[in-house]
């Protein structure tokens, strides 16, 4: 009996990780988990290309090697502040005798989407329906099976730029693989840690890096906007670093062992020792010094992350609060600070229900990404369902033939 086996690939600025599963019926099993140093990418594009191919390459042989299989294509997560979103909306026209809505009808809005005016160095990354509406009755989620003469979709187009996602397709190639599916890490890190609960009620999910921070508002269980911002856990090291003049190897060692998020999380303020560069001895500083250093700049993070929510109308919609995931959510007190900057409540996200096999090697909001990317991109119900550009379509030109091949070819696996 063959498997149907899924891996996923996050292309991070700190670290690359893969994770190979096994899909049976409605579980997952995982195979094989795999993290190598990453040297080739910065604020999550590639610097350099036969870097991130090396690391893509030690990532996967690692999960290979505990998998007991190899495989050649992977869902690729993709980051950056080249990324950008849109609302767009459009409509068709039903012409079926008996006016009833059906797969095919949905394809036609896709398809319609694909042919929206966008910047030449742009492409479509994903078309993701935030609702439809039939003979202009709103707030509908699925609406195959129903009788109308207009069907209406709001959709969250997000975009991405043509040589950035060039340049991930030709680092994935060089380590001897090939892209399956392009996803976007805020939303691949929403199928692992987010609650159907959340996303009705409307949600924010910051996945903090550490070259950038993804952001994701869900609202009525569907995607409402999305930002990728360039500040996350490197410059917190990086401010470290320059302030209390030490490498950035201690710098970090001190973030993670000793670091807060902010001062009201401190148990008890005492003195720790910062290992002095070339002839000077160590040196001792309060905890609490080092814990402002690294406040400063968390606090812009999500001072930023709050503005954008207000600028885009979404601050009032969030009422089951803030998830926080990521490498940077492990650092100490980020929860309270977030709950601080945001007013409402905020938790950790750990990917959930990953099932039996390796699970356990990934179950920390660090890996949260690379887990959602394993989930069957895309979602399982209509409302989650989005159109996901394929290596092969990386081109800017839209095929409409190609396109509904493709199509048709998504649906006959469900």
Known sequence: ????????????????????????????????????????????LVANISKTADAINEAMHIA?????????????????EHIT????????T????EREITEQDLDRLRADVQTIRIPSDRQILHIIPEEYSVDYQGGIDDPIGMCGSRLEAVNHVVLASIPAIQNIKKSVE?????????????IASSFAVLDENEKDLGVLLIDIGGGTTDIAVFHRKAIK???????????????VRETLGIVTADAEKLKKEYGYATEHAIIKDEDIFIKGVGGRGNVKIPLSLLTQII??????????????????GFKNKIKAGVVL?????????????AEEVFGMPARIGVPLDLGSGLSNEVESPEFATVAGLIRGIPGKSSSEQFTTVKASGSEHKFNVSKLFKRLQEFFDKL
Not at 295 to 312: G, H, P, Y
């Open 94 to 97: 039903i012409n079926n005798p």
């Open 85 to 92: 979103s849109l609302r767009h909306r459009n409509y068709v």
């Open 64 to 80: 290979s090697n505990r998998a007991g299989l190899t495989v050649k294509e992977l869902n690729v997560g993709v980051a950056g």
């Open 174 to 186: 060089r380590a001897g693989f090939m892209v399956k599916d392009y996803v976007l890490q805020p």
């Open 325 to 337: 995931t990521g490498g940077g959510s492990l650092l100490k007190g980020c929860t309270e600070l």
């Open 1 to 44: 009996m063959k498997k149907n086996v899924i891996a996923g690939l996050d292309l991070g600025t700190t670290k690359v990780c893969a994770v190979i599963a096994e899909q049976v019926e409605n579980n997952l099993n995982i195979l094989g988990f795999g993290v190598a140093p990453s040297e080739g990418l910065n604020r999550g």
């Open 295 to 312: 406040s400063v700049r968390m606090k812009e993070l999500f001072a930023l992350i709050d503005n954008e929510l207000r600028q885009a």
């Open 225 to 239: 906007h999305t930002k990728v911002i360039g500040v996350a856990g490197n410059q917190v090291t990086n401010d």
